[in-house]
Every structure is written in structure tokens, then in C-alpha cells.
């Protein structure tokens, strides 16, 4: 592995455990929003070749989707 590769690979990780740790304060509520928003991201990514727009409309249908999986 390169030395490009590991840095790339430490700086991936180091920022997934800090936005793991953002998440332990936030209500069931906030944390589906936040879950939903990042699927939503995925598949908006995926379904539209990788397009910002896909992605920031995946984003926002999964985010309001996620919120309201919980509401009664």
C-alpha cells in the first residue's frame, strides 16, 4: 500500500469516528433525518450517474423521509 493510500485510509476513518461521535446527543427523531438524508445521498448519487443534483435530491427525499418513519 502507498503512502498516499494509508494517509488517504487513516483521514477516511478518523473522520467516520468523529461523525459517529456528533450523533450520540441526537434524538431517535434527528438521528433517522440524518440516516435517511445519507441513503437518500447514495442512491440519488447512483440513480443519476453521480450528478450533484441527484445527489442533493436523494439527500433531501431521504432526510424528510427519515423523519417522519418515526412520527405517530
Do not use: E, F
Amino acid at each position: 500500500m502507498t503512502t498516499i493510500k494509508r494517509i488517504t485510509l487513516t483521514a477516511m476513518t478518523a473522520a467516520m469516528v468523529m461523525s459517529l461521535a456528533a450523533c450520540s446527543g441526537m434524538s431517535t427523531r434527528d438521528r433517522n433525518t440524518a440516516i435517511g438524508a445519507g441513503v437518500g445521498a447514495v442512491g440519488g448519487s447512483v440513480l443519476s450517474g453521480g450528478s450533484a443534483l441527484g445527489t442533493v435530491g436523494g439527500a433531501a427525499v431521504g432526510g424528510v423521509i427519515g423523519n417522519q418513519v418515526d412520527k405517530r
